[in-house]
């Protein structure tokens, strides 16, 4: 079945970007998510690319695909403590809409 | 955006009880789906919300234990039965938004069964 994983933990420094890299095994993905997690929140969807885009940018945030390689990335620019956070990638692959998901990175960030 | 409400936000729970959980969105929407997210872990589809009709379950879990209903196009119910301490989780329901493919959650419900 399809699968997501993201690598576990990122530490960086105020003011520093940040890279939360996530790869996926299905290549019939049509649409990939990234969400972000506060302690003790919900979900809240950051941004989202279609499968026939390679980059997509919004603010600080900038989305990466690379199909060849199945591999997506979340770049923060200028890094902020109210960024750390838990951030999930997650693909859909069907019109169904479920969604899959990494097990999510824990972003910490130092002042 | 969506904007969706769930009740209650946390509970805690006896075993061998149940609890049902409300999700409210504030407009009409075609998809609505029930995930849960184990202390630590990422986040599971439960199944899919139809409205007028069964909900579908994903692999590995049954309506007698998480009977959901879907009156209509904004309001859903998940139930969790006969509880456990395995159970204890973060409950949370999100839909689809039609036009362009986003897909919101609710804030959750942090459920602790002891």
């Known amino acids: 079945g399809e699968d997501v994983e993201q690598s576990l933990f990122l530490s960086v420094r105020e003011g520093d970007s940040s890279v939360i890299n996530c790869t996926y095994t299905?290549?019939?993905?049509?649409?990939l998510y990234w969400y972000k997690q506060e302690p003790g929140a919900g979900l809240q969807l950051l941004t989202y690319i279609f499968s026939n885009m390679d980059m997509k940018q919004d603010q600080r945030l900038t989305v990466l695909l690379n199909k060849k390689d199945k591999h997506l990335s979340l770049r923060i620019a200028d890094t902020q403590t109210g960024d750390s956070a838990i951030y999930f990638c997650?693909?859909?692959?069907?019109?169904?809409?479920?969604?899959?998901f990494g097990q999510g990175t824990e972003l910490s960030v130092k002042p | 955006s969506a904007v969706i409400s769930q009740k209650p936000s946390r509970d805690i729970c006896q075993r061998g009880t149940s609890l049902t959980i409300q999700c409210q969105v504030d407009s009409q929407v075609t998809m609505m789906f029930w995930y849960r997210q184990q202390p630590g872990q990422s986040l599971t589809l439960i199944a899919t919300a139809n409205q007028g009709s069964e909900a579908t379950y994903e692999s590995g879990f049954v309506i007698d234990k998480f009977p959901i209903s879907r009156p209509n196009l904004t309001f859903s119910t998940l139930t969790v039965s006969n509880m456990s301490p395995e159970d204890s989780s973060i409950y949370l329901c999100s839909v689809l938004a039609s036009s362009y493919n986003e897909q919101f959650f609710g804030p959750g419900t942090r459920l602790t069964v002891l």
């Open positions: 997650a693909g859909t692959y069907n019109q169904g809409g479920k969604l899959i």
């Open positions: 299905d290549s019939s993905s049509t649409y």
